[in-house]
């Protein structure tokens, strides 16, 4: 797997890696992350993934998951 780029965020960690025909896409938010998996073929670049990693709509919608996915995490663990 090869780092194709950080992207910078104030909330969160965002990298964009190349992998086996895919780049994948990963977020990371305290002790949290979030991957997606988009072929290489379904885009037209890495231009275009630094496009959608960037999307303010998209991030957002990362960003309302996290924290979901930080409440899931607590209740399982009783707190």
Known sequence: MRVIANIPHAD?????????????????????????????FDV???????EIAQDLNFIEKVMNRFEQMEQDLMKACGY
């Open 12 to 40: 969160c960690t965002i990298t964009l890696f190349s992998w086996n025909q895919k780049y994948i896409l990963k977020f990371e938010y305290n002790n949290l992350e979030q991957t997606f998996k988009i072929s290489e």
């Open 44 to 50: 037209s670049g890495e231009a275009e993934m630094h």
